[in-house]
């Protein structure tokens, strides 16, 4: 018996990256799944491997109807809906706020926040109907502190963070759940999805931020799309039944505290440091 038998999920972001972890995790623990994404070939390879488990559904999440037809979708082919994780994204506007424009905010927002609010309204009355749910909401560090992400993409991700507060306080009378998880730094396609980024040059790239991962942050290993997948199954499960409102940071500790707090070398470069004041100073007072 699996965690989610039986359930009925929908995925966004789901030919990619974390999305699709979380596909072949919530499949292997016994539900069907909506797969959404915009990367139709990606999307239709999924299907095909988990053939009457995954239906993918062609979604644009910066579109109201594209959110409104991928939570039918769940009710039309499975019979109605019980988990949403809204995950799909990208980048965003790189522009500073000095050099800002109208429509890279606008469209920033409407790609990782709107979409959220969307495929949160879309899916709770088919939640309703089954008695509650559980929605799962990607949100990021960036969203938490600065330094992690471009300004557009931060205050999206922030946004996340409390809509999903706010969402969880209006939802648990239906008995659905609201909750969100802050990633840290995970390898996946994200950061060299540009067109501007030739093919071997994104490899290359890939395969430098990995090397660099592990001195990132507290735990030396790069973060993975089945950690935050694994994540994604407790708040989807009963395992979290009385979890909700909540933010859940899966980031190997990279937002404990500055990097003297972790890593004992900074601590001990102080130290050498410090000795090396003193004596000079001793040395002087002596002379
Ligand atoms: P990936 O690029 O691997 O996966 C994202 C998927 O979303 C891709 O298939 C992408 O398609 C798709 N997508 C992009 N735009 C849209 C859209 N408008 N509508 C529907 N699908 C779309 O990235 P991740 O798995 O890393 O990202 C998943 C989520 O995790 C995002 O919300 C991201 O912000 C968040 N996150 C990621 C972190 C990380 O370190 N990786 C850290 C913190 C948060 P295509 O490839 O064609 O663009």
Known sequence: MGRLQDKVAVV??????IGM??????VAEGARVVAADINDAAGAALQARYQGFVHFQHCDVTQEADIAATMAAAADRFDGLDIVFNNAGAGGSINT?????????DFTMALLLRSVALG??????????RGGGAIVNTASIAGLEAGYGPIAYSVAKAGVIQLTTLAAAQLARHDIRVNAICPGFIQTGIFTASDLIPGPLKEQIKAEMRAAAPAAQPLKRAG????????????ASDASRFVTGTKLVVDGGMTVGPRQAWDPEVRAERARMMEARRAAYEAG???
């Open 224 to 235: 993975e799309p089945i950690d935050i997948a694994e994540a994604c199954l407790y708040l």
């Open 120 to 129: 949160i309204r879309y899916a709770t009355p088919l939640m309703q109907k």
């Open 21 to 26: 972890a979380t596909v072949e995790l919530f």
């Open 97 to 105: 706020i000095e050099d800002m424009t109208g429509e890279a905010w």
């Open 285 to 287: 007072v002596k002379g």
């Open 12 to 17: 966004t972001g789901a030919s990619s990256g």
